[in-house]
């Protein structure tokens, strides 16, 4: 079994990752890094409050104390479900939590892996991300950025992996919080391009497989990503692996 941390998981994919991770034989403990708590409470699930007293910082700089915290729990891997719209932020903003938090947790995660057990940061990207960042939206080029700094850094003792799933369609209980023109628009998408759209459960579960090790060979050789196709497969494995 895998203890692992989890960022983001208020949001439609972190929230689906939380549930998941909770349920899942294959997973000992999840780790929350959050500025609030999850509204759920589990045997498995600890929350520490980014930023905090003790933490004053938040995701702009962790921390060795925190990085200690992590491993005396025994964590293992990262499933890296934070972000934001780069509609609901100005450039900047959208930089540092896109880039900057996914870099500087990444730096301070790496001390967790070894050579026999290296640690593993799940990265939940995005279609259409560009590691050579030519392409024109400011997602593109931010999530490849990041993308290619996780590879580059990429060592015996640290891996990365980067989750390009397409339209995300959320749980019915995260619906909720969802935008009417944001939901309008996933429907529409579901009707018109379903092979280009995943439920947030199947992104999930996709994700705490890799988590707990097990997908790896599905990565892009080069640039170490999983599209939207090959991460519906991965949901498939899993249920498939939980039946037995």
Do not use: C
Request: hydrophobic residues 40%.
């Amino acid at each position: 079994m895998t203890s692992i941390i989890l960022t983001g998981a208020t949001g439609t994919a972190g929230s689906a990752v939380l549930h998941t991770a909770l349920a899942s034989p294959l997973i000992s403990h999840v780790t929350v890094l959050a500025r609030r708590p999850p509204a759920i409470t589990h045997d498995k699930l600890e929350t520490i409050i980014l930023p905090s007293d003790e933490y004053p910082k938040g995701f702009d700089a962790i921390p060795d104390s925190l990085v200690e915290q992590l491993r005396k729990r025994g964590s293992s891997a990262v499933v890296w479900a934070l972000g934001v719209s780069q509609r609901d932020v100005d450039k900047e903003t959208y930089v540092k939590i896109t880039y900057d938090y996914t870099v500087e947790a990444a730096r301070a995660f790496q001390s967790l892996g070894t050579p026999d057990k290296p640690f593993r940061f799940v990265f939940v990207s995005g279609m259409g991300a560009d590691q050579t960042e030519k392409s024109y939206p400011i997602f593109a080029k931010i999530k490849g950025r990041a993308e290619k700094w996780l590879v580059e850094h990429e060592t015996e003792s640290f891996k990365a992996v980067n989750l390009r799933p397409g339209g995300i369609v959320p749980t019915a209980e995260h619906a909720k919080n969802v935008p009417f023109v944001q939901k309008a628009m996933i429907s529409a998408a579901g009707w018109l391009l379903p092979s280009r759209m995943i439920q947030s459960t199947d992104l999930a579960k996709a994700a705490v497989e890799l988590a707990a090790g097990n997908g790896w060979e599905a990565r892009d050789k080069a640039e170490h990503w999983i599209d939207n196709t090959a991460l519906n497969r991965l949901a498939k494995a899993y249920d498939e692996q939980i039946a037995h």
